[in-house]
């Protein structure tokens, strides 16, 4: 019998597969899911064929979501322009309701329905659900309005999902202590998310490659970086802009005891399964 050259291909890829997804079945990963990756429904389409693929062999994948482009689209269609004061969006009342219209009733509510399509089971949250992410006002010069910072990750929800079988989609919306609602940087969430669950890896997808050494020079990708190595060279200003919050993120993960942490361009086809299932691996790893 005649067996076709890719069916070969196929099972060989498998096999190759086999001793990561018994390193990694039974583990937590938090998957941090933005950039360029989330505005290309093609590139959103992979990266959820990604996501259940992980589940189904036994990879429990937690979904941080951001959403920065679509509510600064959905402020501007309502009259309102966006302004930022070192990378944070100032978040007065009304920019608050249409963040959290769109991060928890259009963003989540796609990428949801994306999992489904693909055969996964997924219920989407924000950090209000289950009490999931108590935050505090974040206090500067000038006021930001209604931008938080995380003042305590209270998993319950999280892992209750886990356990009936959903992939959890996280929204960054926090909860005051006094009710109040507040807008949270996604890679932070992520970042103490993964700790608090003692996730076995934190990955980053973002729009570029990874940790670059010369931003202008597209070959100077880092592959990886410990953690003392990574803070010297944002003192020293050899990075910055919004790498700096996705280090922060892996930062936060490390400390609290999660091994591995990636930043991986989301915009390579299938970049999940790369990182997870193969040698090479892609992007920047963050190791202690």
């Not at 989330?38 to 951001?66: E, K, N, S």
């Not at 309102?80 to 928890?104: H, S, Y």
């Not at 999280?158 to 109040?180: C, F, K, N, T």
């Not at 944002?234 to 790498?243: D, F, K, L, P, V």
Request: aromatic share 4%; glycine share 12%.
């Amino acid at each position: 019998m005649s067996i076709p050259n890719n069916a070969r291909l196929q099972a060989d890829v498998l096999i190759q597969a086999l001793p990561y997804i018994q390193k990694w079945r039974g583990s937590v990963f938090v998957i941090k899911y933005g950039g360029a990756a989330m505005v290309d429904d093609q590139f959103a389409l992979m990266v959820m064929q990604d996501v259940v693929l992980m589940h189904c062999v036994g990879i429990r994948p937690v979904i941080v979501h951001g959403g920065g482009q679509e509510i600064s689209d959905a402020m501007k269609r309502l009259g309102k322009q966006p302004t930022f004061v070192k990378g944070l969006r100032v978040t007065d009342a009304e920019t608050m309701e249409i963040v959290e219209m769109v991060l928890t009733g259009k963003t989540n509510r796609r990428l949801v329905s994306a999992i489904h399509q693909q055969g996964g089971k997924a219920v989407g949250l924000s950090g209000k659900d289950g009490a999931l992410l108590i935050a505090r006002k974040m206090e500067s010069d000038p006021d930001l309005g209604f931008v938080g910072e995380i003042e305590r990750v209270q998993t319950e929800v999280v892992y209750s999902l886990l356990e009936a079988g959903y992939i959890p989609v996280v929204s960054p919306i926090g909860m005051g202590r006094d009710g109040a609602t507040y807008n949270l940087n996604a890679d932070h969430v992520a970042g103490d998310l993964a700790g608090a669950m003692q996730a076995e890896k934190l990955i980053l997808m973002t729009d570029v490659q990874g940790v670059m050494s010369d931003p202008e020079k597209p070959d100077s990708l880092i592959s990886e970086l410990t953690f003392n190595d990574a803070q010297r060279m944002i003192e020293s200003g050899r990075i910055g802009g919004g790498m700096i919050p996705k280090l922060q993120a892996c930062f936060k993960a490390l400390e609290q005891g999660v091994p591995r942490t990636h930043i991986i361009d989301g915009r390579t086809p299938h970049a999940l399964l790369i990182e997870v299932f193969t040698d090479a691996g892609i992007g920047t790893m963050v190791r202690r």
